[in-house]
Every structure is written in C-alpha cells, then in structure tokens.
C-alpha cells in the first residue's frame, strides 16, 4: 500500500447497511471493504462449516471482529471474513493491530485459533507445535531450574492443557513431517501410538544398519550355560549375579499357573545339584580377583551350596540378603507356613572388594504383579537387581548372568552403565531378552533427543 495514503481515508467508523434481508444490525466500530483484506496462507486448513457460520452471522451479526493490520493484511479471522464474503457484504467490522513484526503476528493468529473446539487434530497439534516455537523465539528458550525464557510449561499453562499432553502433541507434529501417513489416523491418539511403533522399527534399523545394536545383542547370548562360561577367558569378568534353576521342580509348579508360560528348563534336585558342582569352579576360573558373586538359591540347598562354593575357592557371607516380596506365596493342601522371602548369597573371590555403598542385607520390594511379567513368570523386579549391582561395583564393569530368563539382569546392568552379558537357553527367552535391550535402547535414544532439543 502506498505510504502516502492514510487508512483511516478506507475506514469509516459507521455501521454498514445489511448486504442480507434480515440481519440484525452490526455492532457500532470501525469497518473497511472487504476487497481491501489481504490474506496470506493460513494456518488452518479445513475451514470446517462455512454454511453455518455465516448464517450466525446472518442472524445475530458479527460479534466477534477480524483483525487486520496498518496495511490491511488479515491476522485473525479468516472463516469469518470468508463467511461475510459468502453473504455477499461489502464491509467487515474489524479491529486494527498496529506495529506487529511477523512472530507477533502469528502468535495472535494460533492463539486465537488454538482454543477452538472445530480444529482437525493434524491442525491443533501443529499449532500447539507452531505457538510453542514462536514464544521460545520471542522470549527465548527456557530451561529447569531457570527463571527466564519460555519452556513448555509457559505454553501449557497459556493455552490450558498439561504439559504432558503438550508435550506429546508437540512431539506428534514434529512425527507429521516424517511420517506424513500418520495424517490419515482417525485421532491425534491412534497417531501417536503408531508413530511410536514406527519410529521404533526405524531405529531397529537404524541401530542394525550402523551394527550398534549388533554390538549390544552380541552379549545376549542363546545357548547353554556351561558351555558358554567354558569358552570364556580367565579373569574376564567383574561381577556374577545370577539366579539359576532352584532344583524344587519349579516347572511342575508354574509352567501351567503363570500366564501359561512354560519355564523351559529342567528343575529337578539330581540336575540341580550336577550344574551347580560344573559351574560354580568355572565361574571361579572367569572371575576377576577380588571380585562378587551373588547367587540366588533355595534354602533346601544352603548347605550343598556353601560347601560347592568354599571347594571352589570363593569366601561366602554366611547370613545370606532376603528378599521380602511383601506378600507371600500360595499354598496347597492344610494351612502352613508360606514363602514370602528369597535368599542370595554374596561370595567374593580374593581379597574382600568393598562395596559401593552400604546396602542393607534385607531388601523388601513388592514382585511384580502376574499380569505385568512381560518376559518371565518368575522375574525379579529390575530394581532389586539394579541395587546389588550398583552397589557391587563401578560403570564400565563386565557382569554375567548365566540363567538369564527374562533378562532383569541385562536391564538392571545397562542402566547402572555396566556391560551386561547374559546367557539363556530357552529361544523364547531369548527372543524376550532382546525385546527389552531393543526397548532400552530405543528409549535412550528418544530420551537423548528430547534432550537435545
């Protein structure tokens, strides 16, 4: 527009008359003609129900005025300005918002939008996306613990929604650009979910085309325990933690009662007590000196146990940790006593290493529920592992688990920054094991680029 002419020479504050038979009067304020308005792309695309927009419009007027700047570019209003075009008038009532940079513009235009209910998902989590990028520009960046700049708890609190939503919407407009299929889902929902299975399939991979995940699978070893620890090199391990078949025929008792899973092994006391007087001198042979073992057992075998362990060459802390599950097992037949505890022996080899920190020998941690042993009927919760680790030893240690189930020792290990190596005989197990790593190691991977961003 020329800079000579004045706008006010196209602006009469006067009420219009009424393009439509019937319309009400308009409410008193400034009006230009509608063939002056200038409007550039916009954020919304679906402009939803025209139709009936404008008959609102028709019948009560309208009540809501556009906003429009110096230059007669459009700002906010959009579906209204084309409705007003659809019943044919000549003038808008509308409202002048002077001295706007580009930022301050759309910033009005997707906080004015944000907050109607008519937006098609794709549009709502990409204004969320686009209204968060445009505060942090103009108010930059914050960070916790921080005062200054916006963050997205700034942005939450704006439009009126938790953080935690936001944040998943943000992340889900950003998805959008990769995965533009994701548009076709019916819901910012079902999107979401989908995204996160597709990018976790991408990162598989990724992670193999690279081979780092090839690396950390390499580790997750399918095959007998004897055999393995018989081709490992003396002295190569820092920590053993392990808990092995119980020898109390523990698959007669779970494999049809949990989840009707079987847990593949063969627990009676004969080959019980034959694996334990094979490995136990081989885990000797592995371990470096002045180093851990910790080996879960049954109490039936505290004695058999003590002496394997001393004949080896291990020194064993005779009042083993217990494991209070909280809630005790069940029991068959008349009332008894029933097991609501686990017994570990800790042994070393060589001189005492000291621990990390001091670690109390009864731990008490609920078992997971039966429902959510995704890997193994008879998992360990991953905390209490990870406390006996952590507490055995430093980040960069080599730890074995030689009967590996569900693999809580891999996960307990990795997250204390160890390198875990497990063993499981069972293909099922196995398969298992290497569903949480590709899970741990697609979380790490989304959690560093969040942190980056």
């Known amino acids: 527009m020329d ?31 509608i063939k002056l308005i200038q409007v550039s792309e916009r954020v919304r695309e679906d402009e939803g129900d025209l139709e009936e927009l404008a008959e609102s419009i028709r019948k009560y007027g309208l009540l809501q005025p556009i906003c429009i700047d110096k230059d007669f570019n459009l700002i906010a209003g959009a579906r209204r300005l084309k409705a007003c075009i659809m019943l044919g008038l000549k003038d ?18 997707l ?28 108010y930059g960046a914050g960070a916790p613990g921080k ?31 990769y995965f533009p299929e994701l548009i076709k889902e019916k819901s910012k929902t079902v999107a979401y979910k989908k995204y996160r299975r597709m990018l976790e399939d991408k990162i598989r991979l990724e992670l193999s085309r690279r081979g780092d995940f090839v690396a950390d699978t390499s580790n997750i070893i399918l095959g007998d325990a004897v055999e393995v620890v018989k081709r490992m090199a003396p002295e190569s391990v820092d920590l053993i933690y392990t808990d092995p ?42 371990l470096k000196n002045d180093r851990f073992l910790y080996i879960w057992f049954g109490f039936t075998y505290y004695i058999t146990l003590i002496h394997l362990l001393t004949k080896a060459g291990f020194t064993v802390r005779r009042q083993p940790i217990v494991w209070n599950r909280e809630h005790h097992g069940k029991t068959l037949g008349a009332p008894k006593l029933a097991s609501a505890y686990e017994p570990c022996f800790q042994a ?6 000291g621990m990390t920190w001091s670690m109390p020998d009864l731990i008490t941690l609920p078992r997971e ?85």
Not at 113 to 130: L, S
Not at 348 to 353: D, I, T
């Open 3 to 33: 800079e000579d002419l004045d706008m006010e020479d196209f602006v009469e504050p006067i009420e219009p008359q009424a393009e439509t038979p019937g319309a009400i009067p308009l409410h008193e304020g400034k009006y230009v003609e």
């Open 92 to 109: 808008i009532r509308v409202q002048f918002l002077e001295d706007l940079d580009e930022l301050s513009r759309k910033e009005i235009e």
């Open 111 to 138: 906080e004015e939008n944000i907050r109607r209910k008519d937006f098609t998902w794709i549009e709502e989590v990409k204004a969320k996306a686009e209204i968060d990028k445009i505060k942090k520009m103009k």
């Open 147 to 177: 005062d200054e700049g916006w963050g997205l708890r700034d942005t939450a609190e704006l439009l009126g929604v938790s953080v935690g939503g936001l944040s998943q919407d943000v992340e889900l407009a950003r998805a959008v650009d």
């Open 245 to 286: 078949p119980w020898g109390v025929n523990v698959e007669e008792a779970v494999s049809a009662k949990v989840s009707g899973r079987s847990t593949n092994f063969d627990d009676s006391a004969d080959v019980y007590t034959d694996l334990m007087a094979t490995i136990i001198p081989e885990w000797y042979r592995i």
């Open 348 to 353: 070393w080899k060589g001189h005492f290493p």
């Open 369 to 453: 529920e039966t429902r959510r042993r995704i890997y193994h009927p008879l998992e360990h919760p991953v905390e209490l592992d990870r406390m006996i680790i952590d507490a055995s030893g430093k980040v960069g240690d080599v730890v074995l688990d030689c009967f590996a189930g569900g693999g809580t020792v891999y996960e307990a290990g990795y997250s204390c920054g160890r390198v875990p190596i497990v063993v499981e005989k069972s293909p099922e197990y196995h398969a298992a094991i290497l569903e949480r790593a590709s899970k741990l190691k697609t979380e790490e991977l989304l959690d560093g680029g969040r942190d980056q961003e």
